[in-house]
Every structure is written in structure tokens, then in C-alpha cells.
């Protein structure tokens, strides 16, 4: 089972942040807050090789002008073991990361028990274009030879592979239940898919972070300096 700690966190933040900036928050979660410490206590006995999540609410939600997304609101015990079970490998996933500055950007997870943000307030998307910019600088402000690259990962989250999530829990050496409520949700929320994460949720957005650490260090080991905010990549090429 998730730690009395990262439920008691995961409360925190579904409370003061909610489960998805997509959709507005479960009243749920306000008994949630008021009886965080008893539910805590009462989830370290529950079976969760027999738990069954609930139903997901689906909908098409605006990406840009032209364009929607599929996004996910889960059952509200579905969230709160969701986010409890990511926090509690939450630390191993970031231990695995590169640092900001050499290049994974977005979403860099704080240990902090009593914060109900999880993720650093100097990674904005604004903080991420300043880190671009500092790519492309060199000392002859006249040189021409200078290049980037701009990329993204099309219908990222819809496209990630299951497998390759069972491998991020293997690298964190998630507890057997920790899997298992991961899994079961992921699995649920995507209709038995073999792909796709939920799509609005704290928990979804530091998983596939982890995901991406292969592809980071892979790029960081051609010595091509990048910045990677979410699935948004630019690479700076400098001919000589």
C-alpha cells in the first residue's frame, strides 16, 4: 500500500490544487480533508490485488483553436490512490532525471510533506522559453551558423506504451500494491488499452516524465544541448 505519508500528501493536494486543471474539483475531496488521518489509516488495510476502480469520466476537452484532446476525471478513491501511489516513487523517479538545466524541464517533482504543489514553481512554461534562449547564445552575437530544432511528440500521452510504464515502476522498485493500484487504474481508465496514461492528473504528468528519461539521456549523450518542456523539444545545432 501507498505510505501513510504519501496519502496523507496526496490529500493535501487534491484538496488545495484538485485532481485536473481541466475539469472543476470533486466535492469529494472536501471529506477527504476532514478525515485525511483516518483514511489514511484505513487504506493500509485494504486489498488492492482485489480493489476494482470505479468508472473514469471521459471528455473531449480544447487543446488549441482547431483542435481537442481527450482528457480524464477518475472516481475520487481512484485519484486519491492514484497520486498516493505515484508520490511514493515519486523521489526515484526524480533521482533518475537530469537536472533542469540539461534539459528536462517540466514537472520537477519536492519532496515536501506539507506542500500540496508537487512540483517546483520555477519550471513554468514562461521559465522554459528563457531556457531556450540561453541555448542559442554564444559570444559572436553576429555568427549566422547557428540552428534549432523544434519538435514534439504527437498525442503523447494517448501514445505511451504500457510496458514502457511497467519498466519505470521496475527502475523504482515499486511495492507489489503500489503496482498494482498504477496499473489497475491506468488499465481501467484506458478500457483495458494497451496504451495511454490519464490525461488532467498530477500523477500521469510525473510518469511520463520518467518515461522520458531514456530519450534525455540519449540526446544528452550526443552532447546536443536541448530543453524539453513536457513532449516539446528544442535542440540547438551550432555549425562550425
Avoid at 506542500?115 to 531556450?132: A, E, F, K, N
Avoid at 511528440?153 to 501514445?159: A, G, K, L, T
Avoid at 493500484?181 to 481501467?188: L, M, P, Q, T, V
Wanted: net charge negative; with cysteine.
Amino acid at each position: 500500500m501507498p505510505k501513510i505519508g504519501s496519502t496523507k500528501r496526496a490529500i493535501l493536494h487534491l484538496v488545495e490544487l484538485a485532481d485536473t486543471d481541466i475539469l472543476p474539483p470533486l466535492f469529494e475531496f472536501r471529506f477527504f480533508a476532514d478525515c485525511s488521518d483516518s483514511i489514511a489509516q484505513k487504506l493500509e488495510s485494504v486489498n488492492f490485488g482485489a480493489y476494482r476502480p470505479k468508472s473514469c469520466f471521459e471528455v473531449l476537452s480544447p487543446k488549441t483553436r482547431l483542435s481537442f484532446r481527450i482528457a480524464h476525471q477518475l472516481y475520487p478513491l481512484d485519484t486519491l490512490l492514484y497520486t498516493a501511489a505515484v508520490l511514493d516513487i515519486a523521489p526515484q523517479i526524480e533521482a533518475m532525471r537530469l537536472p533542469p538545466d540539461e534539459g528536462p524541464f517540466s514537472y520537477r517533482f519536492e519532496d515536501i510533506a506539507d506542500q500540496p504543489q508537487l512540483y517546483s514553481t520555477s519550471g513554468s512554461y514562461h521559465d522554459w522559453l528563457l531556457m531556450v534562449q540561453s541555448l542559442c547564445e554564444k559570444p559572436n552575437p553576429f555568427d549566422e551558423n547557428k540552428f534549432v530544432i523544434e519538435t514534439d511528440i504527437s498525442d503523447f500521452y494517448p501514445r505511451i506504451y504500457f510496458h514502457r510504464i511497467e519498466h519505470i515502476l521496475d527502475d523504482c522498485q515499486a511495492a507489489n500494491s503500489v503496482r498494482k493500484i498504477i496499473e489497475g487504474i491506468i488499465k481501467f481508465s484506458r478500457a483495458h488499452q494497451s496504451h495511454g496514461l490519464p490525461v488532467g492528473t498530477a500523477a500521469s504528468r510525473l510518469l511520463a516524465e520518467g518515461l522520458l528519461n531514456d530519450t534525455d539521456r540519449m540526446i544528452a549523450g550526443k552532447n546536443l544541448p536541448f530543453a524539453r518542456y513536457v513532449d516539446d523539444y528544442r535542440m540547438a545545432l551550432l555549425r562550425n
